[in-house]
Structure formats: structure tokens, C-alpha cells
């Protein structure tokens, strides 16, 4: 089952930081938290995960709690082309399923 | 690097007709794979998980005999939905996990197949 909790939808001007927010308050200590992102009718794109340190890469930030309860992503400078809906999952590196929630549906506007 | 490919990317067949989906890691070996199913308008269902050269294992819910999953080589799975009905019409998604990787590295999706039965 899914372990985590996104708002269902948020706006956000163009060309302004789009901060989504996720809670996984029954992260286990060793589990990981990914992001994706799924455009309509496409598979879902890989955009960053992390396990406890903040992270970044050319995509988007990571920003992790330090309770690790929760984590927000962080597009520094959104676009009309990041219009997508934003999953957060967590998962054991063991297995590695992933249980996508509802995620949140991000429009970007001009 | 690591591109998942799925084929067909849409398919329309006739109720009790069966349909095979592909799903290649083009770039890469992956000796896990893992099928998704989705309905409009919701979100991404584990289906199972597919190791090469084993059987696949289907989360609770999935008929094993209905949806049936080889992962006979380190690129390739296939996922064939057998007599298909109106209501397995969905949108199937693989996802690959590049082997010998640490378990903490991202799985990477395919397209997507969407299949329509009439």
C-alpha cells in the first residue's frame, strides 16, 4: 500500500520555485523517498530521490526533514512543461517495489 | 542512458482474444522488471515483479493465470493478458532496474502500452 501523502492539486506561476510538498510519517529508517513525474499518457519520468541528506540535481531539489517524516521537492524555476502529476514513494532498496499514492497534479501557469 | 521501450504502444483487439506486451531495456540489463497498471484517472498499480529467469511474483489481487509474465533474458519481459475482456482494458506500464546496482537506484519506465478491448 502506498505510504505516503500528497496534496491532490497545486498551481504555480511561471517562472516561480514550485515547492511540492509529500508526508511519509511511517518512513522506516532505511527506506528511500523518490520522486517522479508522469505528463498524460506517458510512463513515469525519474526526477530525484534521497534517503536523508538534501539533495539536487539539474531537475529539482530534495529536501528531506530531518525526522524524515517528510520531504518536499523543489523546481527552482517551473516551466509550462513541468505540468505533470507528481508522485512521492517510498521504498525499501530490498524489493524496491514501488506503491504509487494519488500524487499531485501540478499546473503551471503562464 | 537507460531507456525503457515498450511495444505495441496501443493496441485494439476483439474480448477473448489474448495480447502480448513487450518490455525491452534498450541500453542497459535489468534482472528486474516491473508491470503497472493504470485506469483513467488514477494512479499506478504494482501488478508483479519480474526477475529473470524466475516466475514472477504478483501482488494480492492479481490473477497470475490471467496476466502472464516471462523475463527470459536480461532485456526483455513480456506481459501477455490472456482472453482479454472489456474490463482489463487499462494503460500497462513497465519499469526496469539496471542490474548490478545498488537496490537504492531508480527504476526506469517505459511508455506505456494502451490496450482497448472491444
Known amino acids: 500500500d502506498a505510504k505516503t501523502t500528497q496534496p491532490t492539486s497545486m498551481d504555480c506561476a511561471e517562472g516561480r520555485a514550485a515547492n511540492l510538498p509529500c508526508n511519509h510519517s511511517?518512513?522506516?529508517?532505511?527506506?528511500?523517498v523518490y520522486w517522479y513525474r508522469q505528463i498524460h499518457s506517458q510512463g513515469p519520468q525519474y526526477i530525484i530521490h534521497g534517503l536523508k541528506n538534501n539533495e539536487t540535481n539539474e531537475m529539482a531539489s530534495l529536501i528531506i526533514t530531518e525526522d524524515r517524516k517528510s520531504s518536499t521537492l523543489i523546481l527552482p524555476h517551473a516551466t509550462l512543461r513541468d505540468t505533470a502529476v507528481y508522485y512521492c514513494?517510498?521504498?525499501?532498496?530490498?524489493?524496491?517495489?514501488?506503491?504509487f499514492g494519488t500524487g499531485t497534479s501540478l499546473t503551471v501557469i503562464p | 542512458g537507460a531507456v525503457v521501450s515498450q511495444h505495441p504502444s496501443w493496441v485494439i483487439c476483439k474480448s477473448g482474444t489474448s495480447v502480448k506486451i513487450e518490455c525491452r531495456s534498450l541500453?542497459?540489463?535489468?534482472?528486474?522488471m516491473f508491470w503497472y497498471r493504470q485506469f483513467p484517472k488514477q494512479s499506478l498499480m504494482l501488478m508483479a515483479t519480474s526477475n529473470e529467469g524466475s516466475k514472477a511474483t504478483y501482488e494480492q489481487g492479481v490473477e497470475k493465470d490471467k496476466f502472464l509474465i516471462n523475463h527470459a533474458s536480461l532485456t526483455l519481459s513480456t506481459l501477455t493478458v490472456t482472453s482479454a475482456h472489456p474490463e482489463d482494458s487499462s494503460f500497462y506500464i513497465c519499469?526496469?532496474?539496471?542490474?548490478?546496482?545498488?537496490?537504492?537506484?531508480?527504476?526506469?519506465f517505459g511508455d506505456g502500452t494502451r490496450l482497448s478491448i472491444l
Open positions: 511511517t518512513i522506516s529508517g532505511n527506506e528511500y
Open positions: 514513494i517510498v521504498s525499501f532498496p530490498t524489493g524496491n517495489q514501488f506503491y
Open positions: 519499469s526496469a532496474r539496471v542490474a548490478g546496482q545498488t537496490f537504492n537506484q531508480p527504476q526506469h
Open positions: 541500453d542497459f540489463q535489468a534482472t528486474t
